[in-house]
């Protein structure tokens, strides 16, 4: 089935790194991505990884893929306050169209 | 980057109503645009998918008569809620594909209904 998760909270202090885990379950996965969602705001895409790459980095963004065990994870690097919102994990699946399933959604609480 | 522009922002409307929602590429051209909608808290859902010029592809459990889904021209998808009642009170984003094809997608700000 089709189906992607997240844990649904995370805390730290501000200025230490961020790790947020994702799974997913299907394997014909072609993209994935890290979105960002602020209170009331529309989705902010962060970052994106090819199914085919184990790494990507990005200024303080770092998304590691593990094909096998179907995991990806985002790392903040000096985390900040502005970076307290909602993460969302993405796959996009290859189906015979374009679809993309979301997890739902990790909260960041970013303490000063 | 790519712009997804949505209007109304938000909307409060009476029970029975109906209201369209516009999701509209800005500088490029999306052959199809994708409609989620989002309860508090919640992560978004895939409602249907909108292609231009042929019927929305529409997700198990979402009614099409009720969801109204138009692609009428490559910038512009249009969701049509039909006789709104307060359960259909969600957060309607609207997102597309960049002119790169699938590595990025774009989502519109969203649009905040309410139904009283």
């Known amino acids: 089935g089709e189906d992607v998760e997240q844990s649904l909270f995370l805390s730290v202090r501000e200025g230490d790194s961020s790790v947020i885990n994702c799974t997913y379950t299907?394997?014909?996965?072609?993209?994935l991505y890290w979105y960002k969602q602020e209170p009331g705001a529309g989705l902010q895409l962060l970052t994106y990884i090819f199914s085919n790459m184990d790494m990507k980095q990005d200024q303080r963004l770092t998304v590691l893929l593990n094909k096998k065990d179907k995991h990806l994870s985002l790392r903040i690097a000096d985390t900040q306050t502005g970076d307290s919102a909602i993460y969302f994990c993405a796959e996009t699946l290859n189906t015979g169209g374009f679809k993309t399933i979301f997890g739902a959604g990790t909260r960041l609480f970013v303490k000063a | 980057g790519a712009v997804v522009s949505q209007h109304p922002s938000w909307v409060i409307c009476k029970s029975g109503t109906s209201v369209k929602i516009e999701c509209r590429s800005l500088?490029?051209?999306?052959?199809?645009m994708f409609w989620y909608r989002q309860f508090p808290k919640q992560s978004l859902m895939l409602m249907a998918t909108s292609n231009e010029g042929s019927k929305a592809t529409y997700e198990q459990g979402v009614e099409k008569d009720k969801f109204l889904i138009n692609h009428a021209s490559l910038t512009l998808s249009t969701l049509t809620v039909t006789s709104a009642h307060p359960e259909d009170s969600s957060f309607y984003i609207c997102s597309a594909f960049g002119p790169q094809s699938v590595d990025t997608q774009y989502f519109g700000p969203g649009t905040r209904l309410t139904v009283l």
């Open positions: 299907d394997s014909s996965s072609t993209y």
């Open positions: 500088d490029f051209q999306a052959t199809t």
